[in-house]
């Protein structure tokens, strides 16, 4: 033994215990103690537990040898041994109860004492080797959420060890009932399984292994797999079926998200890939093959074939390596063929996974079919920039191809010529010949202008028999004279439509940058001045724009002071337009629209504001003071009326990109307490299209609350390309769209477009410049479209906007 035996004696005699504890030290025995009494003795036991306790059954106390025993903390298995001379049997019987490891009738030897002690130890050695196995078996089955069990085949008596019960986790030693209760708590759907089981068991003695669910009062069901075989009877004939249950709920839930997942990633319209970290495809699911029309023998164990070397520029594979290498995650849209040839526009990412040390395991692109979205914004591009007609440019690009042609052309000083042309007398054709002749001699005007002109000329059709030719790095007049010159003897070479021999002729008229105006607007509307000069000359002619640039700088110079002091003296007002519900008709909100109480020319709208305020630099003071002005009044009219509508503000580039603008309308909403989703900024599309700060300053404004909205949506040039990353609310479709329809087909065409890609883009849709009871009636029935323009109110003093609104109900109800 590794430390010595410690035998506790309960005698009361105490010659005898004394006799007692002598014998024992002959026999090697070193360590013992004595005690007289029942409780002495068990609260010893509580500081010192002996190895061995030799028990008289009748001792001092209140509680004799037997009920001290009884007392004995079961967990501590003492071996007791009772040394009596009392062997009645009442007394043996109740003496047996406690389970003693020996009886010895006093007198005995002590040979005999030596040898019921050492039996004992022995006895007790294999009991606590067999507790603790049964106590590492019950940790382990406690651990697997495992219970064993057996079923007595005759008496349908079930008992288990392990978890207490099946719907319930709680360690017990052994649990016992019938077959039947046990049945009770297995689900209603699952019975006649169990119940199947257990027959074929008992039938043909097979091992059988069935999953089913049990109640749970406090978690509903839970799921156990049982395994179980017959035994034959033992000596008893006593056929049992042994087995184990083992608690899946956990696993069952893993699966069943995992075949939730595995029905994502196989029925999902985008493609999934896993690749290795070599980027090399290890898994890919059918929306891959199908949106790439690749197979899997050329795909798996391959990177994707469209971020191949040879499909990516060097810089840019270099670039997507130390991108997921760092980040962990890469985005790019990519136009490639698909396997049949077919051009296609994927939107690709890939996500780097790791584990849980931080370690790269494999990545999960996922690949976005964009190809109908990329030609739906190719058509809308198109059309909303070329004409229908002749697929020529429109006013719109014409106008954006002119501002680029100034901004190339400013830092070497060289000139810009504006050649605006008009058909003589085309309404006469339209008149006698009928419009689909005119359309062709539009066709006829536009193929001789392109073949006298160069290549990098733009050539545009401005609507009806009006053409814009633009030339940048002109050498002078006098070469821009000669290029209309040839024009005006090219179209008057004969040619024979509808069977009529027929000539053309033009006037045109000619503006230059920097000579007549900076600004492409100006140069186009200057142009078009001379160009009625022309044709007040006797047509047929060109003439040049005059300058009137010293008239226009005295204008300015005034108008910049007068606006000044207007700002000071606080001459500058708002005026609101109603915004309107097509379908409740109900005003929902109002924009702000900047006016100047002149004192000498009276009420002056925008036009006569922006350019100066633009150009002297007080664009931002003033802007600040719209937003202001706009917050606080839309505040007002929360408090007076309770009526929360929402005001638009029109927002400048030079707010924009002004430091911490964001910051500015924060601070305006606080001063005036109106919430941010009460407060709408507009900004044009030539404002956002490619300006990665004023994008972020659109993110900063988002950030604040505001609602942003695209005003004039349609007039720009690059921004379709970026709208959908932008966290833009609503478009606000431009008036030049919205004053054809419904009789204009191109009209028409282009602003169902355009509210086609808004309801794909979740955006919502105002519509400017509604004047005609044809064009609300045509958008009153498009869902979620609001309604701006002269048909409901012009803009009026904040005062009036409310009987305003009456006013409006009273016009819905007669329409």
Known sequence: MLHPVHIMIVEDERIIALHLRKQLERLGYERTSVHTAGYDALKAIERDPPDIILMDIRIDGDIDGIETAAGIPPHLMIPVIYLSAHSEDATLARAQKTRPYGFLIKPFSERELHATIQMALERRIAELALRDTQQRLSLAMTAAQMSCWEIDVATRQMQRTGLGSFSHLQETETVTESWDDFLERVAPEDRAMVRKAFTYAIHNGEFYDIVFRTIDEERGYRWLRARGKLFPGDRNATMRIIGMTQDITDQRHTQDKLREAMAVYETTQDGILILDPNLKITNANKAYYRITGTMPQSTLQHPPYFLAPEELASEQYREMYQVLHNHRHWHKDIDCNSAQGSPISLSTQIIGVEDDNGLLTHYVAIVSDRTAIRQAEQELHYLAQY???????????????????????????????????????????????????????????????????????????????????????????????????????????????????????????????????????????????????????????????????????????????????????????????????????????????????????????????????????????????????????????????????????????????????????????????????????????????????????????????????????????????????????????????????????????????????????????????????????????????ELQGFLFSKPVPADEIFVRKDSAAKFHKSV
């Open 387 to 785: 004409d229908g007609l002749t697929s020529l440019p429109n006013r719109l690009l014409a106008t954006d191809r002119l501002n680029r042609a100034i901004e190339r052309c400013e830092p070497r000083g060289s000139i810009v010529a504006c050649l605006f042309l008009d058909i003589d007398d085309f309404k006469n054709i339209n008149d006698t010949l009928g419009h689909a002749a005119g359309d062709q001699v539009i066709l006829i005007a536009s193929t001789r202008i392109k073949a006298v002109t160069d290549r990098t000329d733009t050539i545009s059709r401005l609507g009806g028999d009006e053409f814009l030719i633009i030339r940048e790095n002109m050498q002078s007049e006098t070469a821009a004279a000669s290029l209309a010159n040839k024009i005006i003897q090219e179209l008057e070479r004969p040619f024979y439509i509808v069977g009529h021999e027929m000539t053309l002729s033009a006037s045109i008229g000619i503006s230059l940058y920097p000579n007549h105006a900076s600004s492409p607007q100006d140069l186009i509307r200057l142009a078009d001045t001379a160009m009625y000069a022309a044709k007040d000359r006797g047509r047929r002619t060109y003439a040049f724009y005059e300058s009137e640039m010293t008239e226009n700088a005295t204008h300015y110079m005034t108008r910049s002071l007068e606006l000044r002091r207007g700002l000071e003296n606080n001459e500058l007002v708002l005026h609101y337009q109603p915004q309107i519900d097509a379908k409740t008709e109900q005003m929902i909100g109002v924009e702000a629209l900047l006016r100047w109480n002149h004192p000498k020319h009276g009420l002056l709208g925008p036009m006569e504001i922006i350019p100066i305020a633009e150009q002297s630099g007080l664009i931002v003071e003033i802007g600040n003071w719209v937003i202001r002005e706009a917050c606080t009044q839309a505040r007002t009219w929360q408090d007076e009326f309770g009526e929360k509508i929402r005001v638009a503000v029109n927002v400048s580039a030079r707010q924009m990109q002004s430091s911490g603008f964001a910051d500015t309308v924060q601070h305006e909403l606080a001063l005036s307490g109106l919430p941010a989703e009460f407060l709408e900024l507009e900004v044009t599309e030539s404002m956002i299209q490619d300006e990665d700060a004023m994008i972020q300053t659109l993110h900063d404004l988002r950030e604040v609350g505001v609602s942003l909205t695209i005003d004039d949506f349609g007039t720009g040039y690059s921004c379709l390309r970026s709208i959908k990353s932008l966290p833009i609310k609503r478009l606000k479709i431009d008036r030049a769209f919205i004053k054809g329809i419904p009789d204009n087909s191109d009209d028409v065409a282009l602003v169902d477009a355009m509210l086609a890609m808004a309801g794909s883009l979740g955006l919502q849709v105002t519509a400017e410049g509604v004047e005609t009871r044809q064009q609300h009636a045509y958008l009153r029935n498009i869902d979620g479209m």
